[in-house]
């Protein structure tokens, strides 16, 4: 099985920068993604990691650490619209099909 | 917007009601998924359909039933829920590879009464 861990809620100012992290436990692993998720919308798709180091995709980057099971989903400039559950997703074995974290709510506030 | 859609939008139903929820994906993509969220949970694998056929069940009880009539449609019939189904049911689709991710629909917000 896998053990997926993020923190519950983070709060954060407009403007500012917030790291979410997520930690997992599996065996195969075979990749990690990023989803954002607005209270009562689809979960969208923001980054995948497969390999260790960073990638970058405007205000918003994931760092992949294997040996250390270990991810974090960078905010920079944060905006009020970035208030959302952010959702740490694994993949692992022969599978395609990824297991959800939990999810971290953050808050911006002005 | 999502290429994924799903109708219909909000749904309440009484114990005794059959009502189906309906998925639509044009994207080639041959899996497809069901996911149940309660608020502030993580989605919950349901079922997953490859190639039109179901390859996981993760022991969902039999009130819910899949159908899988096409490559593009994902039906989620309804028969006899209980108040706890209340949810947001989520569809998405994904190619078969790793490092491609879910394409979710914006949900159906399912209440039992």
């Known amino acids: 099985g896998q053990n997926i861990d993020q923190p519950t809620e983070m709060t954060a100012t407009e403007g500012a920068i917030v790291q979410i992290n997520c930690t997992y436990q599996t065996s195969g692993f075979n990749g990690l993604f990023w989803y954002q998720q607005h209270a009562g919308e689809a979960p969208t798709f923001l980054s995948y990691n497969v390999l260790d180091g960073l990638e970058e995709k405007g205000r918003f980057s994931s760092f992949l650490s294997r040996s250390k099971g270990y991810s974090y989903l960078l905010l920079k400039e944060l905006q009020m619209k970035d208030s959302a559950s952010y959702l740490c997703a694994v993949r692992s074995g022969g599978s395609y099909i990824p297991t959800f974290g939990r999810g971290t709510s953050l808050i911006v506030h002005p | 917007d999502t290429e994924v859609t799903q109708t219909p939008k909000h749904l309440v139903m009484g114990m005794t009601n059959k009502k189906s929820l309906k998925c639509e994906q044009h994207?080639?993509?041959?899996?497809m998924y069901w996911y149940k969220q309660k608020a502030k949970k993580p989605p919950e694998l349901m079922f997953v359909?490859?190639?039109?056929?179901?390859?996981i069940n993760e022991s969902v009880p039999s009130r819910f039933s899949p159908e899988c009539p096409n490559s593009s449609l994902l039906n989620l019939h309804l028969h006899a829920l209980q108040p706890e189904d209340s949810a947001l049911y989520l569809c998405?689709?994904?190619?078969?590879?790793?490092?491609?991710?879910?394409?979710f629909g914006n949900g159906t917000r399912l209440t039992v009464t």
């Open positions: 998405a689709s994904s190619p078969e590879s790793a490092n491609s991710p879910l394409h």
């Open positions: 359909y490859s190639y039109e056929k179901l390859s």
């Open positions: 994207m080639g993509h041959r899996a």
